[in-house]
């Protein structure tokens, strides 16, 4: 079994930094694709950044300049690094991993249970 945990959501005002965390736990032997979604109220859920296993980045127009994301491929952490933040940047976060291999030999989406980021003076 796989799990994603997200860690790092809070309260921040306009112009603050917060840094998501991810960490995929479980028996893996590797994963393609990092990702962060979000979702704001009464809109869907939209990507955000994405990450390969060989460290390709593709962003959001919405964030790009202010969002970076990264990876610790031994450890199968994905970071999102948010600045500038504004208050359209409020959402749940959601982290996904694509082409999840695990010793089992499946192979598998997966998506944490997201993290509340709220942006308010």
């Known amino acids: 079994q796989v799990q994603l945990v997200e860690s790092g959501g809070g309260l921040v005002q306009p112009g603050g930094s917060l840094r998501l965390s991810c960490k995929a736990s479980g028996s893996i032997v590797s994963v393609n694709a990092m990702a962060w979604y979000r979702q704001a109220p009464g809109k869907e859920r939209e990507l955000v950044a994405q990450?390969?296993?060989?460290?390709?980045?593709n962003y959001a127009d919405s964030v790009k300049g202010r969002f970076t994301i990264s990876r610790d491929n031994a450890k199968n952490t994905v970071h999102l690094e948010m600045n500038s933040l504004k208050p359209e940047d409020t959402a749940v976060y959601y982290c996904?991993?694509?082409?999840?291999?695990?010793?089992?030999?499946?192979?598998?989406?997966?998506w944490g249970g997201g993290t509340l980021v709220t942006v308010s003076s």
């Open positions: 996904n991993a694509r082409g999840v291999v695990t010793s089992a030999g499946y192979r598998m989406d997966c």
């Open positions: 990450i390969t296993s060989g460290g390709s980045t």
